[in-house]
């Protein structure tokens, strides 16, 4: 016999991921706009905006809108001219890696720290001690920072470029400083899941301005201001259709950001203590987090239920849970054939099976969070206490 099928405690789909779109009325005289400039992509006005305002709200000299995240990181790859090994997580998305693989360089995984779950320094440090290091790219995980502090540090002593992946970090803090101004550059995405929503685009920050012609040369020569000596061109043009959602979605960012937040309070109620769940919170209560990710980690002897079975359970009720990042990255081809390419990964394999991540976003209010939390305690052995 199979499963008795139960109707979902959720008639259509809760995602993980942001989906935040403007009302329409907004919408139609912005692209209206773009009808009647008749320039479509190219740097147009929009794009040119956006550059602007972003640079402001970030606080950094440069911001070089690009199509996507993955191609920005591609591009900033190419742009530093980094070669050889280069240091980056494994706890992450596969695009953080792959971007190295694209530039003909290789990724050196290094383990994570427990507290923010971005690369752990002092492994860093034995790292780049005992190999040929070519360079180091963080990420800012959950819109924590990484230490950023002592990265710069390693990375001046050995004279090696540090940069960032921030897609996790829109918006967010580091002792009072905004990401995107932190190591050479950092490159942020602007995916319908992230917190600030082009569709598809992303941008990458530098307060160098030799840096910024390159990226903008090797993005294409549009806008490049000067031409200067690179590899080779791309083509990780910002359309101006993606540059209004952008302008759009930027005018919304502190609404959405305190709306995350009390998206994150309310599954904070709401789950109490279950023993064995446990919320993440941010790793410095001092600094701004966009809550771009509602992040709980599972104790499957405690819980009494395994992670993955509980996001089965989820899914089957239309909680689109997901288990970033499962598996870790060194862990999937070709990556795990280079094992003399990683240190000890100790936290990232446990992270890897102990953490799930639950809908969050603009279509997740206070009345949703608590009907997943009572189903998530009905779940657990010990209910919600
Ligand atoms: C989303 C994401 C990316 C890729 O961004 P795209 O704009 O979708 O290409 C890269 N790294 C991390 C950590 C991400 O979360």
């Known amino acids: 016999m199979g499963r008795k099928v139960v109707k979902p405690l959720f008639d259509n789909p809760l995602h993980v991921g942001q989906l935040n779109f403007p009302n329409w009325e907004k919408a139609e005289k912005k692209f209206r706009k773009i009808f009647d400039n008749k320039y479509y992509t190219n740097h147009?006005?929009?794009?040119?905006?956006?550059?602007?305002?972003?640079?402001?709200?970030?606080?950094?000299?440069?911001?070089?809108?690009?199509?996507?995240?993955?191609?920005?990181?591609m591009i900033a790859a190419k742009a530093l001219d980094v070669k050889g090994q280069i240091i980056c997580p494994s706890f992450t998305f596969l695009a953080t890696a792959q971007s190295l693989s694209w530039a003909g360089a290789k990724p050196f995984f290094c383990d994570v720290e427990i507290g923010s779950h971005c690369l752990d320094t002092q492994k860093v440090l034995d790292v780049v001690e005992n190999n040929e290091i070519g360079g180091i790219l963080g990420v800012h995980l959950w819109g924590n920072t990484c230490n950023v502090e002592e990265l710069e540090k390693i990375a001046r002593q050995k004279n090696i470029p540090l940069y960032f992946d921030a897609a996790h970090a829109f918006g967010c803090t580091r002792n009072g400083v905004k990401v995107g101004s932190f190591g050479s550059l950092e490159v942020f995405s602007f995916h319908a899941t992230k917190i600030l929503n082009a569709g598809e685009g992303g941008c990458v920050c530098t307060n160098d301005d030799f840096l910024a012609k390159r990226l903008r040369n090797i993005r294409s020569s549009y806008g490049a201001g000067e031409i200067v000596e690179i590899p080779f061109t791309g083509n990780g043009r910002m359309s101006e259709i993606q540059a209004a959602m952008a302008l759009m979605s930027l005018e919304d960012i502190d609404f959405n950001i305190t709306r995350n937040k009390n998206v994150h309070a309310s599954y904070a109620r709401y789950l109490g203590d279950i023993r064995g769940l446990k919320l993440l919170m941010p790793s410095s209560l001092d600094d701004i987090n966009n809550f771009q990710y509602v992040v709980i980690e599972i104790d499957k002897n405690d819980f009494g239920m395994s992670r993955d079975s509980l996001v089965q359970c989820l899914v089957e009720n239309n909680i689109m849970a997901k288990k970033y990042f499962a598996p870790p990255v060194h862990l999937i081809y070709p990556f795990y054939e280079d094992s003399e390419l990683r240190t000890q990964m100790n936290v990232t394999n446990v992270l890897s099976e102990k953490l799930l991540q639950l809908p969050s976003g603009s279509f997740v209010d206070e009345l949703c969070v608590e009907k997943i939390c009572t189903l998530i305690g009905s779940l657990s052995s010990s209910g919600i206490l």
């Open 44 to 73: 147009g006005p929009m794009v040119r905006e956006l550059e602007e305002k972003l640079a402001e709200y970030l606080g950094v000299k440069h911001v070089v809108a690009m199509t996507n995240a993955t191609i920005g990181l």
